[in-house]
């Protein structure tokens, strides 16, 4: 079926509908791009961009030149969703500020839509998997650049040198620091080790689409450079991008070699994620053994059969004879990780229903703090470091119910439409597992994942979708 509002003059653009197209290949070319500290500037380049569009779109809309396209499902049951987190702010400490965070979720849904829109209505979905790609590079490079630096003694943003992680690792005496790679994602390494996650494999098939990957160095090149700057983020996103590795290794590997190969890279994601889970709960800071003797022990001995007088290899304890013990010993601290998702948990069951409202986890912390509930050193935390805990504690069980059904829907629509949609729709399932350890969905990467992985919906693609979508 075709959708309303799609353009059937291609290659015949008038100007403003070309400044429209470079518009929002700017917009996906920028949207993992952050010049600007986030916890301190709210707005980045993608929001200029973005108002530059509207005002476009508006003009074009004002002359009856442009018709929007109609919403996918999937959309409309991401806005459904966005509905519950308006019907919590009744719940909120700080109304406003509960306000404020619901109005950046309803942004975020409107950039999803506006790439949607001029994907379907200019039938541009190519150029933007093409400037998506483009700006993969660009992270990339971001981290090559930043190192490079580093190791000429120049301290810059891109990767940081992170004493701390020497003096924990206790290697301090052979290195100064430790390089930790941000790129362009600012502030912290987990939102660069998520963003690699989750668009691997989405580049990876975009790649092969365009005839890059015959070569074998080439691959090899790509998967050594991913997976480098996903350890120079020591985090637990790692185990995503190991696992995104492995899948595209496996999808576009021509030979079984090749297959086994990913599977591999699956594997050792999957190992090492259940290494790391400890450590989400509890750090072992101790660990230790001891032997102890009782002051009266003695070894009771015995005539073997050679006639040998020796220790008894084998005895009970009997009256006279004392007694020896092994004693273990285990230290550990819970971390925050634990503490925070156990205030989670805490607000959950006294706002079952419809949460705290969006943004409110900080102010429901800092109740629990006052109470002695959590202890007094998490106040630099605004959520649960887990995007499942933080939806229960805002938005209760009605909007994490709600939220779960429309990542089912948009799971199943994506399934639906072809390779790259498919790679879309996996991309999503992985970051929905490191979302355990971190909140993504304020990032503008993931919505524009969304709103470019359905386009072919909206086109009403069923082939491969690898070229003319």
């Known amino acids: 079926m075709k959708a309303v509002g799609i353009a059937t003059n291609a290659g015949k653009w008038s100007f403003s509908e070309t400044i429209s197209r470079t518009l929002v290949c700017a917009i996906v070319c920028s949207l993992p791009i952050m010049l600007f500290n986030p916890m301190v500037y709210r707005l980045q380049v993608t929001e200029a961009l973005v108002a530059l569009l509207l005002l476009v779109m508006m003009w074009r809309m004002g002359h009856g030149s442009e018709r929007l396209v109609r919403p996918p499902i999937a959309l409309c049951a991401v806005a459904v969703w966005i509905g519950c987190a308006c019907v ?16 950046k979720l309803v942004y975020l849904w409107g950039l999803a839509y506006l790439l949607y829109h001029h994907g379907v209505r200019y039938r541009m979905g190519e150029q933007l998997w093409n400037w998506m790609a483009i700006a993969f590079g660009i992270v990339l490079g971001g981290v090559v650049l930043g190192l490079g630096l580093l190791l000429c003694g120049v301290e810059n943003a891109l990767v940081h040198p992170y004493r701390i992680i020497a003096i924990a690792l206790n290697i301090d005496s052979w290195v100064d620091y430790v390089p930790r790679a941000h790129s362009f994602l600012q502030p912290t390494a987990n939102m660069l080790g998520a963003y690699l996650a989750g668009m691997t494999l989405p580049v990876m098939l975009y790649m092969e689409a365009r005839g890059w990957w015959p070569s074998r160095w080439r691959l090899i090149a790509g998967t050594v450079g991913v997976l480098g700057a996903g350890a120079l983020t020591m985090s637990r996103t790692v185990v995503g991008i190991l696992v995104a590795t492995g899948i595209g290794w496996y999808w576009i590997g021509r030979t079984r070699k090749w297959r086994w190969g990913g599977i591999g890279f699956c594997v050792v994601g999957l190992l090492t994620w259940f290494a790391l889970i400890p450590f989400t709960v509890f750090y072992p800071l101790h660990v230790g053994a001891s032997y102890s003797t009782h002051p009266d022990f003695k070894k009771e001995m015995i005539v073997d059969d050679r006639g040998r007088v020796r220790p008894n290899p084998v005895y009970f304890l009997r009256p006279g004879y004392g007694m020896e013990q092994w004693t273990f010993q285990f230290g550990y601290g819970f971390n925050h990780y634990a503490w925070l998702k156990y205030g989670a948990w805490t607000l959950f069951r006294r706002h079952p229903v419809i949460g705290l409202g969006l943004g ?21 935390y605004a959520s649960a470091q887990s995007q499942y805990a933080t939806s229960l504690a805002e938005m209760g069980l009605v909007g994490f119910l ?7 829907v948009l799971g199943w629509g994506l399934l639906h439409r072809g390779r790259r949609a498919q790679a879309v729709a996996i991309a999503l399932g992985i970051v ?31 082939h491969d979708g690898l070229r003319g979508v």
């Open 88 to 103: 919590s702010v009744r719940n909120a400490p700080v109304p406003r500020e509960a306000w404020i965070e619901t109005g």
């Open 360 to 380: 409110q986890y900080g102010r429901g912390r800092q109740a629990l703090q006052a109470e002695g509930v959590l202890p007094p050193d998490l106040h630099e």
């Open 402 to 408: 709600v939220g779960g059904g429309a990542c089912v």
């Open 432 to 462: 929905a597992i490191i979302a355990l350890d971190i909140d993504v969905i304020a990032f503008r990467w993931v919505w524009g994942l969304v709103g470019i992985g359905l386009v072919p919906l909206g086109l009403g693609v069923q």
